[in-house]
């Protein structure tokens, strides 16, 4: 039963944090260590239960993935257009295929973590402050230049703790893109690329689950799912309003936390 408990717990950390500027795997690598939810079955859950957070977003943005499912807007330069989120996602997929092991191996610990938070927020202070005039304020006004360059930002994301919305999103401000219209094209090329990389790990786990394990990664899938759900609703309309510089000091008060509680 504990391990449903730690299902429950981590399935609504995922949602929460998904898809805001906070690091959802610096979350999970915390809860996780705070649980002592680790092993082969926690692995295979932080990325299972990614896909309850994917199925969030083809929810919300069901009628744009409908537009790309069109064959005659597959190679538009304009917009959340399957050529643009290919372009945007080939710089994280590159980085993430080449140095997949070192960064599994090496940067999932509490301590790379705690320092992913700190200049994640820092960086996140500093685009709020250096934003240009917001030229693009709908994601259906992102070129493919753009699309590139934030791709480029997102490649921070591969350090855990820094947070791929964070990024992308400070780097849109950064691009002269409004925080409304690079969350849009944040949230949309998140659902093939982190459909991709859970696959990848999973094909590399699934040999080591038992058919017990399932129930566990079920409650974890729905529970992140709806909880993701509300949580991107919300953001979408907070940020219609409001900076990320809230979130950059949540994320500071959580690193020191994190170094107390570890160190």
């Known amino acids: 039963m504990y391990n449903y408990f730690c299902a429950l717990i981590i ?5 929460l944090t998904e898809y805001i500027p906070v690091s959802s795997t610096g979350h999970l690598i915390i ?16 990325v ?31 917009g959340a257009s399957p050529l643009n989120l290919a372009i945007a996602m080939f ?12 960064i599994k191996g090496y940067l999932f610990g509490p301590a790379t973590v705690i320092i ?15 934003r240009k ?3 693009v304020r709908n994601v259906d006004q992102i070129n493919s230049k ?3 360059q934030i791709g480029l930002f997102q490649c921070l994301s591969l350090w855990p703790g820094f947070s791929r919305s964070g990024s992308t999103i400070s780097g849109s401000l950064l691009l002269g893109i409004s925080r409304k219209a690079g969350a849009d094209f944040s949230f949309i090329m998140a659902v093939p690329l982190m459909f991709i990389a859970c696959l990848y790990d999973l094909l590399k786990v699934a040999k080591y689950l038992s058919f017990s394990d399932f129930g566990v990664l079920a ?12 949580s991107i609703l919300w953001f979408l309309k907070f940020l219609n309003k409001y900076t990320l510089t809230g979130f950059a000091v949540y994320r500071f008060f959580v690193a020191l936390f994190a170094w107390f509680y570890f160190f």
């Not at 710089?91 to 070192?102: Q, R, S, T």
């Not at 992913?116 to 250096?130: H, N, T, V, W």
């Open 31 to 46: 809860v996780g260590h705070m649980l002592n939810f680790t092993g082969t079955l926690a692995d295979v859950f932080d």
């Open 146 to 148: 753009q699309a590139f």
């Open 91 to 102: 710089p994280a997929c590159l980085v993430g295929f080449l140095a997949h092991d070192i």
């Open 11 to 15: 399935g609504i950390v995922e949602g």
């Open 48 to 78: 299972f239960i990614q896909l309850g957070a994917i199925l969030a977003v083809l929810a919300v943005y069901k009628e744009k993935f409908i537009y790309m499912l069109d064959r005659r807007n597959w190679f538009k330069t304009h």
């Open 116 to 130: 992913g938070l700190i200049i994640g927020g820092l960086f996140m202070i500093f685009a709020e402050k250096k």
């Open 133 to 135: 005039y917001f030229k």
């Open 219 to 230: 409650v974890g899938f729905i529970v992140s799912f709806v909880v993701a759900y509300a």
